[in-house]
């Protein structure tokens, strides 16, 4: 066929509705590559938004008006619950510092990974912590507001400072103050947010204090109180020795542990027994017993002011009421494999007085050091020495010196504790405040791992240690019921989607 006459036919084909394959394969690669160009800026424009998502999602807007939870009505949002359940992590760091990992707690992994029990994670802890608390801190702010109370002056300069203070931590560590509450609090953490709950929990403090205040107890009350638990605040002076029975493991051939057979455990059982009953027998011929526990290898203690537990047998036999002055008498303890021969001698209330007492407390921070050089005890000492050389004898002057010199919180107030309780205070400031034969006017230093401290008593009070460790028991338990009560008088639900965000 000419060349011509295949033109012609191919116009013909066309004219009746025929498709030119070039055409066509032409057409078929323009929409490709068309339908290309749609999809590929289908997905550019995903991922712009996919990333905005994220940035916006990152920052803690998205959670941060998400409800987590409902108290009678009332929303809390993911970050108002943030507030509490990283207070509660921190306040948990706080008390435990270096010990946390005792429990199970890494800091270093997320909470979310970490079993605090058998069946909840260290994050469902802690916020099972945070509804508890926002709980109790609902039902008071209700009862404050319903009773007028409100913040004062007082209230918001410890507000302020607590603000600059985080301020403070933000700037030492290269934080923003925004910044710097993210880290701490999470990332849907604002400002407002974290000032608005501080206010809250000033104003529930203030209101549980004035609540706390209400709680008194006449002297019959405290009486009862102690007669029903002489054995917590009862002091007992008397000697054991202790003796072991403990069977111990050997080693075999490979190098492999061995346990004790039943028969060695018996057996080990019955020398220390035999050990025990000779000890009580040169004791009541006169012997000394610590000069027997020595002979025979087993331990010695004596007490004047030996506390009450039940962890041993010794425990109860010593607090047994029937006990007089006198009583010897070996005792078999099968919880820890061990023989004791126990004498009583006497047993007391615990009547040590609370007591006033003013200080300066001297540091480094004390001295004026050249660049670079580092304080030594001595040093201090020293500065502490000169300090009380200065003192022109009287309490007035020893205040002005706490006032100009003293490192302790309670500087302004001239360096003055009042109405310390025993145990309130490390045991070297406190066993020089109960040393025998002292009295008011009495100065020294004592050093403690907080620095060297310049002492001046003041006097003894007039309240015995039982009767004011038993009034604190009984308010104690009255606020914790009342705590109780409180925090069940209002509903809370958790809204399972929201809560997830926290953490």
């Not at 912590?129 to 702010?141: D, G, N, P």
Request: net charge negative; charged share 25%.
């Amino acid at each position: 066929m000419s060349a011509s006459r295949e033109k012609k036919k191919r116009q013909e084909f066309l004219a009746g509705g025929g498709v030119d394959p070039r055409a066509a394969r032409a057409a078929e690669q323009k929409a490709a590559e068309k339908k290309a160009k749609i999809l590929y800026t289908t997905l550019a424009i995903a991922f712009v938004v996919a990333a905005a998502f994220l940035i916006v999602y990152n920052s803690g807007i998205i959670q941060r008006n998400q409800t987590a939870l409902t108290i009678d009505g009332e929303k809390y949002t993911v970050s108002d619950v943030s507030y509490y359940y990283y207070d509660a992590y921190q306040n948990f760091l706080n008390t435990y510092g270096s010990y946390a990992s005792m429990f199970g707690l890494d800091t270093s992994k997320s909470l979310k990974s970490q079993n605090y029990s058998e069946d909840m994670t260290w994050d469902e802890y802690f916020k099972e912590q945070a509804v508890s608390t926002m709980k109790f801190i609902h039902a008071v702010l209700a009862k404050a507001r319903e009773e007028g109370m409100t913040l004062e002056d007082e209230d918001m300069e410890t507000f302020n400072s607590s603000v600059e203070s985080l301020k403070s931590q933000a700037s030492q560590y290269g934080y923003s103050y925004k910044a710097y509450l993210n880290v701490v609090y999470g990332s849907s953490m604002t400002a407002s947010v974290f000032e608005e709950h501080l206010k809250d929990q000033i104003l529930a403090s203030k209101y549980v204090t004035a609540y706390q205040d209400t709680l008194t107890f006449t002297d019959d009350e405290i009486q009862a109180y102690y007669d029903e638990n002489k054995n917590t605040y009862d002091l007992v002076s008397g000697e054991y020795v202790s003796i072991s029975g403990s069977a111990e493991s050997t080693t075999d051939e490979e190098g492999n542990t061995v346990e004790p057979t039943e028969e060695e455990k018996t057996a080990a059982m019955e020398a220390a027994k035999e050990t025990a009953e000779a000890i009580m027998a040169a004791y009541e011929e006169g012997g000394d017993l610590s000069a027997l526990a020595e002979e025979y290898g087993a331990t010695y203690t004596s007490s004047d002011e030996m506390t009450y537990s039940s962890t041993y047998v010794y425990g109860d036999w010593f607090f047994d009421e029937a006990r007089v002055a006198g009583d010897a008498e070996v005792l078999e303890d099968t919880n820890y494999s061990r023989y004791f021969v126990a004498v009583f001698h006497d047993r007391q209330q615990d009547d040590a007085l609370d007591y006033n007492v003013r200080h300066i407390l001297v540091t480094e921070d004390n001295l004026d050091l050249a660049e670079g050089e580092e304080a030594t005890d001595e040093m201090i000492l020293a500065k502490a020495q000169e300090i009380l050389d200065s003192w022109d004898g009287t309490e007035e002057g020893f205040a002005e010196l706490a006032k100009e010199y003293s490192q302790d919180g309670n500087a302004a107030e001239g360096g003055l504790y009042e109405n310390v309780a025993k145990g309130a205070m490390v045991s070297e400031f406190e066993d020089w405040c109960y040393e025998a034969g002292r009295k008011a006017g009495d100065t020294g230093i004592v050093k403690t791992t907080y620095g060297q401290h310049i002492m001046y008593f003041v006097g003894y009070g007039e309240t015995p240690y039982w009767y004011y460790a038993c009034n604190n028991a009984l308010v104690s338990n009255a606020y914790t019921e009342w705590q109780t009560e409180m925090t069940d008088s209002v509903t809370a639900e958790v809204n399972e989607s929201g809560m997830a965000q926290i953490g």
